[in-house]
């Protein structure tokens, strides 16, 4: 099943032929693939090198919440989710509602998340922490 949203395509598994079987990281791409946790654009690659984005991220993070039940245990506020940047017809629209209304993901004071800014390592440790703790309440 292939899903196309805009430039991107979104699979249930399949190699990518940028990431060769010879490479480090292939075990876990693809698994991750099969997962439908990560998926590559509509020429097929899956990029490794190219920075992430923030609503790319959030995506992944909220891919592997059915893992992780007490995601769904937690009381989430979606009232305070709203984000001057975030269309409300965008394929990360559900996972930044989850992560907001969790208070993982909390954006900028001008109510701004800038979902397509590449994720600096800082706000992906950031996040991290925030979903850890979220997972200890």
């Known amino acids: 099943i292939t899903i196309t949203e805009s430039s991107r395509v979104f699979k249930a598994s399949g190699a990518f032929p940028d990431v060769p079987f010879t490479h480090w990281i292939y075990d876990a791409i693809q698994q991750l693939a099969h997962l439908d946790v990560i998926s590559g654009y509509a020429d097929g690659t899956f990029r490794g090198r190219q920075p992430i ?19 769904f245990q937690q009381d989430v506020d979606y009232g305070r989710v709203f984000f001057v940047d975030v269309n409300d017809r965008s394929y990360s629209l559900g996972p930044i509602m989850l992560l907001a209304g969790m208070g993982v993901v909390v954006g900028e004071p001008e109510k701004l998340l800038r979902p397509r800014a590449p994720l600096k390592r800082w706000e992906m440790a950031l996040i991290v922490y925030r979903l850890v703790k979220a997972s200890k309440k």
């Open 53 to 71: 984005t923030r609503e790319e991220f959030m995506t992944m993070l909220a891919k592997i919440a059915p893992s992780m039940p007490w995601m």
